[in-house]
């Protein structure tokens, strides 16, 4: 992209997000152009466009979009997901282990390892541990920490479709709230547990009628909500035995908490 395809994406991007916020219809419009202007979409219009209403939802959040997010907040991202919006969803799985008295594991699979506060959270739990995530600037961040063994840039799915190794756990927390279409995620990820490894993610949900019957919905956050009746299907249907599926605040959201959910999966002897 050139120096001024650059300028009129940065310029279009802060006409759509100021029409956005004031809340004029002609946003819509100004986000359909933002995401013609680059159609890899690393400003999440796709998901702009879904939550107003404007056009069909993604399957998933544009890996540009998510790239691009993470890499802005990577140096800040602990003391702004922890301490100011009481994110806790690893501490939470680990406490979860814990009580069903599981672990300890062998080889760990961080997807959407972020910062690593995942690995954090069971780096005395686990002999092994592997993170992945799109976001260059949140590797680094983990990798300064020292608590995995290996770290990749690179897509969660793309990464378990691709790796020969067996995993004894496999976690996603705060990944499938980028995510639609969960199906193929927990193919792959049941693919690659070992029988009776486990699998633990979080998600963001809604309340039941807010879904109209749908596995999932893009929120007004610009994220993926997801019904815990659908997902526990798809996790059925991909050879996983649900354990537990905690209701849990996952987060806070200008100042109010968000619902989600913290699944404890294992996979079953047969897939």
């Known amino acids: 992209m050139t120096e001024a395809e650059e300028e009129a994406l940065a310029e279009a991007y802060e006409r759509a997000l100021a ?21 890899r979409d690393p400003g999440g219009a796709a998901l702009r466009l879904a939550a107003l209403g404007a056009a069909p939802a993604p399957d998933r959040a544009a890996p540009a979009y998510v790239a691009t997010l993470f890499d802005q907040h990577a140096e800040v ?92 756990i496999v976690t996603g927390m705060d990944l499938l709230p980028y995510l639609g279409e969960v199906a193929p995620l927990f193919r792959a990820a049941r693919a690659r547990l070992a029988p009776g490894g486990l699998f633990l993610f979080s998600t963001e949900t ?36 649900t354990m537990e599926a905690t209701l849990i605040a996952l987060r806070l959201e200008s100042g109010a908490p968000i619902a989600g959910h913290l699944f404890v999966t294992r996979a079953q002897q047969a897939v």
């Open 206 to 241: 809604l309340p039941e009628e807010a879904f109209a019957g749908a596995a999932w919905r893009v929120t007004p956050h610009q994220r993926f909500a997801h019904r815990e009746a659908a997902l526990r299907s798809l996790l059925d249907d991909a050879g996983f035995e």
């Open 77 to 168: 991202f602990d003391g702004i997901l922890v301490d100011q919006l009481e994110y806790g969803a690893p501490m939470l799985a680990r406490e979860r282990i814990q009580m069903l008295g599981l672990g300890p594991f062998g080889a760990m699979l961080d997807l959407g390892c972020g910062t690593g506060l995942a690995a954090e959270a069971l780096e005395d739990m686990t002999a092994r541990r592997v993170g992945v995530d799109l976001s260059e600037g949140m590797i680094d961040v983990a990798g300064e920490k020292e608590l995995y063994d290996d770290l990749f840039i690179g897509d969660a799915l793309r990464f378990l479709e691709e790796t020969d190794e067996t995993w004894d």
């Open 19 to 39: 029409l956005e916020k004031a809340g004029d219809p002609a946003a819509a419009a100004a986000w359909a152009e933002v995401l013609a202007l680059d159609p």
